[in-house]
């Protein structure tokens, strides 16, 4: 099994321009990262542009890595993830209606979850209980499906200065409990 | 506001922007914060950090197969370029077919001559799309030595393996020479062509017994890569 010292090893490698490297970390990590894509997008085939588009960046911002103090897994899925964000945001209004078409939310712990630090995710799990239900389904939306202001406000059906301003508060609390 | 109303706003200013709700000037303008104000990009780094937590709820999902030769052929166009048929790369490099003649001056010698230790700096690894050849070549330029590892696959029965190294630029590919039967081997390139392995490809055809007569390689290209540092 790849271990996040293998991956940091493998970017580290990659910012050498060693493109072994690259065919190695793509191996090890393009499911996830094109789980991630598919997961905002919705959609196969902006998905795939979406993880070409990140694959390249990978490369050509490898060797700045190791200054931006990110874990190695955490810079590959926020990158990826804001990549994908920006392709949705490009759509047009309306053209696809993402509560209607994904269908998969609210599923269960993956078998993957194990694997990710269960006293990290029992933390944030921790401080968004202490939010109401609502609220924290707006963060974990806004995370895990992309959506914008707009279309949190539409699925919370407030408006989108309530929208704005919950999620604020809500992230003010979460930072509190985060840190305590 | 008090500057500690001040910071909670930023707190909260850097959440929106690591779950990317801010619209597209708040983003920019948050950007251009970013880059002269370091406190701020440790608060964004944090949110990224706690909200990392949730990123096992995206299932990881196996990109067709086609995806890694597509973003490889998009940042090594040469790869692409090695990793296409015999015809085509016949098309792109006939023109020096001439100019290639004559230049085979390599030698393979055995193994005993490698110095020790040997310390590669370049390496290439030579497979074919369905893994049926792969070789593993490792180059130490202070040296010269280009030594070669068959991993898998054999040359067709009648058949020789040709190595050939096609340099960054170059019209035409130069033989390295035939490999022998034995799966590791060592080279030693000229003077003239050390400088011309950094960025290269290197590629295996298959050829008759002897090797290529015209200078240039007769069979299908059967495996290429492209040479990269250490």
């Known amino acids: ?180 | 506001m008090t500057a500690a109303d001040d910071h909670n706003d930023d707190v909260a200013l850097a959440g929106e922007y690591a779950l990317h709700l801010l619209d597209a000037e708040a983003r920019r303008a948050f950007e251009d914060r970013l880059n002269n104000e370091p406190a701020l990009r440790i608060l964004v780094s944090e949110w990224d950090a706690h909200f990392i937590s949730l990123s096992d709820e995206f299932t990881p999902v196996v990109p067709p197969a086609m995806m890694k030769a597509r973003i490889e052929d998009v940042l090594f166009p040469k790869a692409a370029k090695a990793r296409s048929e015999f015809s085509l790369w016949r098309v792109v490099l006939g023109a020096g077919f001439a100019a290639a003649l004559g230049l085979a001056v390599l030698v393979a010698l055995p193994p005993a001559n490698v110095p020790d230790p040997f310390t590669p700096s370049f390496t290439a690894e030579l497979a074919a799309e369905d893994q049926s050849l792969v070789v593993l070549a490792s180059f130490a330029p202070d040296v010269g030595v280009l030594r070669i590892d068959r991993q898998a696959g054999e040359a067709r029965q009648g058949r020789v393996l040709e190595l050939w190294l096609i340099a960054d630029g170059a019209t035409a590919p130069v033989s390295l020479g035939v490999l022998p039967a034995d799966a590791a081997t060592n080279i030693t390139l000229p003077a003239d062509l050390i400088d011309a392995i950094a960025g290269g490809t290197l590629a295996i055809s298959d050829e008759p017994i002897g090797g290529s007569t015209t200078g240039a390689p007769t069979g299908d290209v059967l495996a290429a890569g492209v040479v990269v540092s250490i």
């Open chain 1, 1 to 180: 099994m790849t271990t996040r010292n293998d991956v940091e090893k493998m970017i580290a490698q990659v910012g050498l321009g060693d493109r072994t490297a690259f065919s190695s970390l793509y191996d090890a990590t393009s499911a996830k990262l094109f789980g991630v894509c598919l997961r905002i997008l919705n959609d196969r085939a902006e998905a795939e542009d979406v993880l070409q588009e990140a694959f390249v960046r990978i490369w050509q911002k490898a060797k700045t890595y190791a200054a931006n103090g990110y874990s190695p897994m955490t810079w590959l899925i926020t990158l990826t993830r804001n990549l994908a964000i920006d392709k949705l945001r490009t759509r047009k209004a309306g053209s696809v209606d993402i509560d209607e078409v994904y269908d998969l939310a609210d599923s269960g712990p993956t078998p993957e979850a194990a694997a990710v630090a269960s006293s990290e995710r029992a933390q944030i799990d921790g401080c968004l209980d202490e939010l109401e239900p609502d609220r924290a389904g707006a963060v974990r939306d806004a995370y895990l499906e992309g959506h914008s202001y707009n279309e949190l406000a539409a699925k919370y059906g407030v408006p989108l200065n309530t929208m704005r301003t919950w999620l604020r508060r809500s992230l003010g609390k979460l930072k509190d409990c985060l840190t305590r």
